[in-house]
């Protein structure tokens, strides 16, 4: 039978459970098994910080892959080949700021027509050339 111990959280006294022995450091609180858990999870992240930078990453690129054939410009896997991944999300980054800001200043020009307006071009002078011939 394991002892009464105090929590390592709330530091009130419990009774480990049975199956976990010495083990145990934390009372059944849901509080105390979250902070014990968010703890746990911030050592791990910090023993492991790349474990999934590389996933991220990948998934980063993935989901902005150009969608349209006007997009289509730069050979994707080309480029992944090319450049390591930092650069390629960079890339990507760009692409998508300026795709944005082209559809913003194309959308607030004014388009005017210059010159005279409201009226129908003359139609063309008839030359000789131009007229048809007559049947005889």
């Not at 746990?40 to 054939?69: I, M």
């Not at 992944?80 to 800001?101: C, Q």
Request: some cysteine; aromatic content about 6%; overall charge positive.
């Amino acid at each position: 039978m394991v002892r009464k111990r105090p929590c390592a959280i709330c530091r009130k006294w419990f009774e480990p459970h049975p199956r976990a022995g010495p083990r145990q450091r934390t009372c059944s609180r849901p509080e105390c098994q979250r902070e014990r858990h968010r703890r746990s999870c911030r050592s791990w992240h910090a023993r492991n910080p790349d474990y999934d930078r590389e996933t991220r990453l990948r998934a980063r690129v993935a989901e902005g892959r150009p969608q349209t054939a006007e997009d289509e410009f730069l050979c994707w896997p080309a480029a992944r080949d090319a450049v390591s991944l930092e650069v390629l999300v960079v890339m990507e980054e760009i692409r998508r700021l300026l795709v944005s800001f082209v559809r913003d200043a194309v959308a607030r020009q004014v388009f005017a027509v210059k010159g005279k307006t409201g009226r129908l071009p003359p139609p063309p002078r008839e030359t000789a050339s131009t007229l048809p011939a007559r049947p005889p």
